[in-house]
Nanobody, 126 residues
Framework: QVQLVESGGGLVQAGGSLTLSCKSS????????VGWFRRPPGKERVIVAA????????YYTNSVNGRFTISRDDGKNMVYLQMNTLKPEDTAVYYC???????????????????WGQGTQVTVSS
């Protein structure tokens, strides 16, 4: 059973930064594409960023482009989301799902992903 544990969330003032981490139990995470999704209060879960299995292709939703950076360290089975210039509208529970993949694609839809963690809460105060 694949386990994913997100961490690094918390309360931060607008304009601040946080780095989210995602630890996986996958021994060969290099064969998995990874995404970061978020679920704002009372809203649907949406894509934030994605990275392909090789780490050479990324995707960002428009609202975070230029502020967030997704990265991966396969040697440590870790994926990160660096979040800068945070805004109150970034407040959400953040998730890092994974999908086994032999392609070089990034995946932007929730149903594409196979395994999900419990999420980590990010709250940005104004």
């Amino acid at each position: 059973q694949v386990q994913l544990v997100e961490s690094g969330g918390g309360l931060v003032q607008a304009g601040g930064s946080l780095t989210l981490s995602c630890k996986s139990s996958i021994h060969t995470i290099s064969t998995y594409a990874v995404g970061w999704f978020r679920r704002p209060p009372g809203k649907e879960r949406v894509i934030v960023a994605a990275i392909n299995r090789r780490g050479d292709s990324t995707y960002y939703t428009n609202s975070v482009n230029g502020r967030f950076t997704i990265s991966r360290d396969d040697g440590k089975n870790m994926v990160y989301l660096q979040m800068n210039t945070l805004k109150p509208e970034d407040t959400a529970v953040y998730y890092c799902p994974v999908k086994g993949s032999l392609s070089s694609d990034c995946y932007t839809t929730a149903y594409s992903y196979e395994y999900w963690g419990q999420g980590t809460q990010v709250t940005v105060s104004s």
